[in-house]
DNA sequence: ATAGGTGCAAAGTCTTTGCGCTTAA
DNA sequence: TTAAGCGCAAAGACTTTGCACCTAT
């Protein structure tokens, strides 16, 4: 992989954000300062960060894909409320998954866990009201 | 919701299915016999059948929504090999999920579970050889 | 009678890709 | 020098929607 200017820009807008961004979101986050930037390099270069190992891609339900610096596998949830997503890492994960693969005689490589509910802060600004 | 023979075609097509079929493949089943069926209707039920709650949507990563007769919170596996989806029912889902809630103080209202892996059968298969 | 459903085709959203130019190594 | 990457714009895959007509109730 050769260095580029641009895809180390897309890598760092990643590894600054905890929002899981979008490839539009970091399109839009670069294009400012990079006017000449095209959408289709963000997803050539997500692809390839994927494929390389530095950024997780996570599927959300009905929305565009997000992109995760945390490349431990992890599960995510999505609040109802405020629409973040957020990291949910579990040892309970492993277990979950040693779990099923017995139970259901099936070899796990990996997987996409999107929760949907109240997250957190949402659930303790909802008290307040 | 008013009746429709299209309607009623498709719920048919999803329950009869094993497959986890998708709006396409739903589509082109029943074109054959309803030649003026068209992939709108088929859309607009399923979201219907969704809402209604006949049936469930699954997210599968990279690939076209399926749907689901199988009504039961459960998450899914896809197949490496044979590429099909299959069931994956667990009494240790509603545990993993316990857990999940009290350690990280969020409120689970639904989930999108799709592992990757090998199945049953092609494991057994590719023992043989 | 009429609210809800249909077929059709156009449009929308997200993502990929072909091509000719540019650049890191 | 040259393989890899870029910008641009077109195309692709999947899904939704506007509209005029049809149908269950």
Not at 1 to 21: A, G, N, V, W, Y
Request: with cysteine; net charge neutral.
């Amino acid at each position: 992989m050769k260095f580029s200017k641009q895809r180390e820009l897309i890598l760092d807008t990643i590894m600054k954000s905890d929002i899981h961004p979008t490839a539009d979101y970091i399109y839009n986050s670069l294009k400012k300062d990079n006017p000449n930037l095209s959408l289709g390099t963000v997803y050539r270069n997500l692809a390839q960060l994927v494929e390389n190992g530095f950024i997780h891609k996570v599927s959300m339900p009905n929305q565009s894909d997000r992109f995760d610096k945390n490349i431990k596998p992890h599960a995510h949830i999505i609040c109802d409320v405020c629409n973040e997503v957020y990291d949910i890492d579990s040892s309970s994960i492993k277990c979950f998954i040693n779990n099923l693969s017995s139970e259901h005689d099936v070899d796990i490589s990996s997987y996409n866990i999107v929760f949907k509910g109240i997250c957190k802060s949402c659930k303790k600004a909802d008290l307040k009201i």
